[in-house]
């Protein structure tokens, strides 16, 4: 259609040399005017189950955009409650091999791959005891440990025992039990700000608990 590519995909499933395996892929993929768009994707490997509107790469312009996929190819991808298994990212980063949090998502993320932003995400834990929502912009995938992260959430709702399991996740396991023994378990909210690499950041904001507030 107006020299554009169109095709359904009602099955596809591959492996890649780096272990991830692409079990199910269906969806609706259009190749025109240097774009991918895949409408309607389901897509599962090992760990995570992808549901999007659309999943799009375009070439930015300029010369050698292949070659440098990272800064001159523009992602978009609307997440449908997917669920994301964060070992799934250990494949390409591996400052989160064996990292097995896992969250739901939904929302749009679009930018380059080297600096990926979003108005709004909606984020939950499986158990539904960790919801919030998220504006957020990352710079430097894929070096994770000197990516720059601008975070804004203006409302987290969890429980302390919630966060250390989150917290232990990644700093493998050596905070775990820092808040739940002194405060058994207290239902909490927090806004905050963080800037920074997840090594060397500054970050303010309000926690409100049911044993008390802090700032």
């Given at each position: ?88 990212i250990g ?86 039990n820092l ?7 207290a239902n ?28």
């Amino acid at each position: 259609v107006d020299g554009a590519i169109e095709a359904d995909i009602k099955s596809l499933a591959a492996t890649e040399k780096c272990g991830i395996e692409l079990r199910y892929l269906t969806g609706h993929i259009r190749f025109a005017d240097r774009t991918i768009m895949v409408n309607d994707i389901y897509l599962k490997d090992n760990y995570t189950t992808l549901i999007a509107d659309y999943l799009s790469f375009s070439a930015i312009a300029g010369k050698g955009s292949i070659k440098d996929f990272l800064r001159k190819i523009a992602l978009g991808v609307d997440f449908k409650e997917t669920f994301l298994d964060f070992r799934t990212i250990g494949f390409f980063t591996p400052e989160l091999q064996g990292n097995s949090f896992k969250i739901y998502v939904t929302g749009e993320v679009t930018g380059p791959i080297a600096h990926l932003v979003s108005d709004k995400l909606s984020v939950h834990t499986p158990n539904g005891e960790t919801v919030t929502d998220i504006k957020l912009s990352i710079k430097g995938i894929p070096n994770m440990r000197k990516a720059i992260f601008d975070v804004h959430i203006p409302k987290l709702r969890s429980n302390t025992k919630e966060i250390d399991k989150i917290v232990a996740h990644f700093t493998h396991n050596q905070t775990q039990n820092l808040t739940y023994p002194l405060l058994n378990k207290a239902n909490c909210t927090l806004n905050c700000n963080f800037l920074g690499t997840l090594y060397d950041f500054k970050a303010d904001g309000k926690l409100l608990s049911t044993v008390g507030d802090a700032e």
